[in-house]
Nanobody, 117 residues
Framework: QLQLVESGGGLVQPGGSLRLSCAASGFTLENYAIGWFRQAPGKEREGVSC????????YTADSVKGRFTISRDIAKNTVYLQMNSLKPEDTAVYYC??????????WGQGTQVTVSS
């Protein structure tokens, strides 16, 4: 069974940092593009950052560009989202998504990130 489990969320002050983890099981990251999405209260889900199956290409939303960095550790079959210079507007539930051509997308359960002083 393909599964994604997010972790690393929590409460952090503005300007602080967090590193989110997306642990994959049942498949190898090398065959899937992995994306981070977030959904704030009362707002629709939005894409944050994505890394290609090869690991050689990344996409980052303008709202987080320069502050967030996506990466992966093949040995651990885990994708990370390093979040720096956090702002209150970054507060949301962050979800990990895996996709591959010809396959259904897989979503994790989400991890809460709260940025507040």
């Amino acid at each position: 069974q393909l599964q994604l489990v997010e972790s690393g969320g929590g409460l952090v002050q503005p300007g602080g940092s967090l590193r989110l983890s997306c642990a994959a099981s049942g498949f190898t990251l090398e065959n899937y593009a992995i994306g981070w999405f977030r959904q704030a209260p009362g707002k629709e889900r939005e894409g944050v950052s994505c890394i290609s199956a090869s690991g050689g290409g990344t996409y980052t939303a303008d709202s987080v560009k320069g502050r967030f960095t996506i990466s992966r550790d093949i040995a651990k079959n885990t994708v990370y989202l390093q979040m720096n210079s956090l702002k209150p507007e970054d507060t949301a539930v962050y979800y990990c998504n895996a996709r591959r051509s010809g396959y259904s997308q897989t979503w994790g359960q989400g991890t809460q990130v709260t940025v507040s002083s």
